[in-house]
DNA sequence: CCACGCATGTAATAGGTTACATGATTTA
DNA sequence: TAAATCATGTAACCTATTACATGCGTGG
């Protein structure tokens, strides 16, 4: 549903599915990604649904391109999707499951390395969604009020993913310091022979 | 594959499939979901591999259960995912491409209103792990260090969820205030009639 | 002529959801 | 006796990944 939803949007102006994956490649790679295997045969579901009609098209280079349009039933699906509530699909984070297990290692040092490697992953994210940021904000001397509307709301979606990661980094640095106290309080404070 | 090794961290104790979701529900819910109808068939695939060993033993209440117990191979198989690289699959974030693409509604005011519903749904999110941290820190006098390895991992967890989600809920925050922003311009600097 | 980018597709497999079927035991 | 909870499972379908096949056109 999604994905269809996400193509519909995309299709703006007439388009191919290569063009589209690279769409998935740089725009929309915060929040979503395809790949083209998954994109021909669901472009062509939609056009068997009436969302989509198609039309063979010489390219400039290559072979000939299939060229997709809306048609109005797929504009009035893609509104449909737009003025629904906030769809929450149970979001699946792996890293966080394996650091929830890592006790089972039974290695502090193991998962103080994991934060280590976890902080960098996504300190690289970060910055590439602030690169995209300060791409909309140059050359714009009232940013952001001289923003097209699409500009601007690429903007929120950049906004959210940046104190996002920025906070996830933060709670890795947290993480480290708390795990550096705990080393310290094992080889401190707790007796190697019981009390009994 | 990170579903087989959760179910491996999970099954520390012999367990059946029935006690695992419940794991899915409470413990794991905010990194990770699985049906009953999911868990089974997997469970039955690690066994043919040699990851799992079951055997059917009565039960208090209802009817027999199949209790799996893990293998040597089984643990060898969660230490290897467990020491490898931090898993960042490819996420997926429907609400953050209907916020991208709902300037084509063309309406501020829609963007406002999903924002708004947006920001409750992540407040409540936010509230549920900050529960589940104080039910961690309750009765502890010297909390966090006198958490069980297992709890204090959890802690590292929920600590990255809730930095995350507080951060989200302020970009909402911050996205309606440029919203408001933006529409007052709307109406007071751009002229109806173009200058020209 | 070869490598690269353009362009479309298929096949096999894996991962996940929804709906349904079955039946035991306990509690109200 | 009806409803809730315990417990296991199947079937159909949808979503996504990986690998492979095919062929055009341009530039080095």
């Not at 939609?46 to 390219?59: F, I, N, P, T």
Request: glycine share 6%.
């Amino acid at each position: 549903m999604s994905l269809e939803c996400i193509l519909l949007a995309m299709i703006r102006e007439p388009a191919a599915g290569y063009d589209l994956r690279k769409e998935f490649a740089q725009g929309a790679r915060h929040f979503w990604s395809a790949e083209l295997s998954q994109i021909y045969p669901t472009l062509e579901r939609m056009e068997r649904r009436g969302w989509l009609k198609s039309r063979r098209q010489a390219s400039q280079k290559g072979p000939q391109r299939r060229v997709y349009r809306r048609t109005a039933k797929g504009a009035a699906a893609l509104h449909r999707w737009l003025r629904s509530e906030p769809v929450m699909g149970t979001e699946r984070f792996a890293y966080i499951a394996q650091l929830a297990y890592m006790a089972s290692l039974g290695d502090l040092r193991q998962t103080e390395r994991f934060l280590g490697q976890l902080r960098d992953c996504l300190f690289r994210f970060q910055k590439l969604l602030e690169d995209a940021e300060g791409a909309l904000a140059q050359e714009r001397p009232r940013f952001p009020d001289d923003l097209s509307d699409e500009e601007f709301h690429s903007l929120l979606t950049l906004r959210i993913g940046i104190r996002s990661l920025r906070a996830k980094v933060d709670a890795c640095d947290e993480g480290l310091n708390l795990i550096a106290a705990r080393q310290s309080r094992l080889t401190k404070d707790v007796p190697h022979v019981p009390l009994d």
